[in-house]
T-cell receptor, first 116, second 115 residues
């Protein structure tokens, strides 16, 4: 079984400041790692994912996350946030492997609030 | 193109009643998932369909919950004898092939309130 812990339930920051949303996971097997975002009054959207290869993955809107196998972490970072980044962010894992399917295990979520 | 849609968006029902929640996946997606999101929590897996069959229903909390996907497209989540603890947002997602690395596209959810 897998578990995901998001260490901060709420993160308030000022516009243009850097931000890090922390995610740790536990699993006895290899996993794929995901960050999903939920903007106010919208459904969950995939932000970025790590499947294999380079441990640093990036999104189209400036977020990045680094897979750290030794620390079982997949923290999400952005060097300069915008008001429009205000949303709830969910870290999720899925067992990897040829016979696995998309049974996502989510963390509790982190509400990012960007203040002007 | 059209995304995943769910109806109704909100449902208020009395304790003990029966409810049905509908999910229309993206056309051509063979995999369909149901999740439940309680207040302040992340989504929790309920059931996974590959085509018409339920490939994994290990997340359904008890036998009051049942889901079908008779033609491999639309799915209905059915809850019998609702309890106040069933109050949550029920999310549906679909993906092209159902592999672990396939992106899941989520619907807006159905907010169920049991009074």
């Amino acid at each position: 079984a897998q578990s995901v812990t998001q260490l901060d339930s709420q993160v308030p920051v000022f516009e243009e400041a850097p931000v890090e949303l922390r995610c740790n996971y536990s699993s006895s097997v290899s996993v794929y790692l995901f960050w999903y975002v939920q903007y106010p009054n919208q459904g969950l959207q995939l932000l970025l994912k790590y499947l294999s290869g380079s441990t640093l993955v990036e999104s189209i809107n400036g977020f990045e996350a680094e897979f750290n196998k030794s620390q079982t972490s997949f923290h999400l970072r952005k060097p300069s946030v915008h008001i429009s980044d205000t949303a709830e962010y969910f870290c999720a894992v899925n067992p990897a492997g040829g016979t696995s399917y998309g049974k996502l295990t989510f963390g509790q979520g982190t509400i990012l609030t960007v203040h002007p | 193109g059209a995304g995943v849609s769910q109806t109704p968006s909100n449902k208020v029902t009395e304790k003990g009643k029966y409810v049905e929640l509908r999910c229309d996946p993206i056309s051509g997606h063979t995999a369909l998932y149901w999740y439940r999101q309680s207040l302040g929590q992340g989504p929790e897996f309920l059931i996974y369909f590959q085509g018409t069959g339920a490939a994994d229903d290990s997340g359904l909390p008890n036998d009051r919950f049942f889901a079908v996907r008779p033609e491999g497209s639309v799915s209905t989540l059915k809850i019998q004898r609702t309890e106040r603890g069933d109050s949550a947002v029920y999310l549906c997602a679909s993906s092209l092939g159902g592999r672990a690395l396939d992106e899941q596209y989520f619907g807006p959810g159905t907010r169920l309130t049991v009074t």
